[in-house]
């Protein structure tokens, strides 16, 4: 079974378009899903999500396609110092201080130091990452296929530099698809933004409840 995130919402973020590897195409209308490598690969490529996810709860899915296979493909979190393209073979997130990675060889990095987390993924099989951001315990733990493989990474209270979810493949024509993007509430307010967006079919229906531009504005960031 999936994971669901307590007293949540659908998050509303996808790969930035600026913040990646040239040799990273993003498809879909939503930029949502990542190919890496679109001809052949001779380095690693990487790809920064727009979500900010200091100070709060965040679970997203990656589906992998079945092209697992080479030196290292990795999930996890970054800051806007993690490098995001590398002319060489490596496990890019972990590589230093600035990002934290799983890799589908099982194991996980930071500070360029590996170490076992869960058994090697499956080469040529498909697969679904989760991936849970607790900003309030300050831990990073990561889901396989529904499983929970527990707590990866902690000590991300009060982080300094803004965080954002990043993905990385040294593999030729790899994709990686963002699928459910899940957020804690952050007040009464954006939980009332909740169910209004429940309740529309698209932001020209905002037109018709005659709310204030602010309040408009603020309902189309979440939509």
């Known amino acids: 079974m999936p994971y ?20 990273v195409k993003l498809l879909g209308k939503r930029s949502r899903t990542a190919l890496f490598h679109p001809n052949w690969s001779n380095g690693t490529a990487g790809a920064r ?20 296979f080479g030196t290292s493909m990795m999930f996890g979190i970054g800051t806007k110092r993690a490098r ?10 972990g590589e230093n201080d600035q ?18 987390y869960t058994k090697p993924f499956t080469e040529n099989e498909p697969t679904t990452i989760g991936i849970l951001f607790d ?18 990474f902690d000590g991300f209270k009060n982080a300094e530099s803004d965080i954002f979810p990043i993905i990385c493949s040294t593999a030729a024509k ?7 993007t899940r957020r804690s509430y952050l007040s009464l307010q954006d939980r009332c933004r909740a169910v209004i967006i429940r309740h529309i079919t698209d932001e020209n229906c905002l037109q018709e409840l005659y709310l204030p531009n602010r309040l408009i504005e603020f309902i189309k960031e979440a939509m």
């Open 4 to 23: 669901e995130l307590p007293d949540s919402c659908k998050d509303n973020w996808t790969w930035s378009k600026r913040d990646k590897s040239h040799e």
């Open 49 to 68: 999500g727009t979500r900010v996810l200091n100070d709060g709860r965040f679970y997203w899915e990656i589906d992998v396609s079945q092209r697992i």
């Open 84 to 93: 995001l393209h590398v002319d060489a073979f490596i496990n890019m997130l």
């Open 99 to 116: 990002s934290w990675g799983l890799s589908h060889k099982g194991l996980l990095w930071h500070k360029g130091e590996s170490k076992n």
């Open 135 to 152: 900003g309030l315990q300050g831990t990073l733990s990561y889901f396989k296929d529904g499983e929970a493989l527990g707590v990866a």
């Open 174 to 180: 790899t994709e990686m698809g963002l699928k459910r």
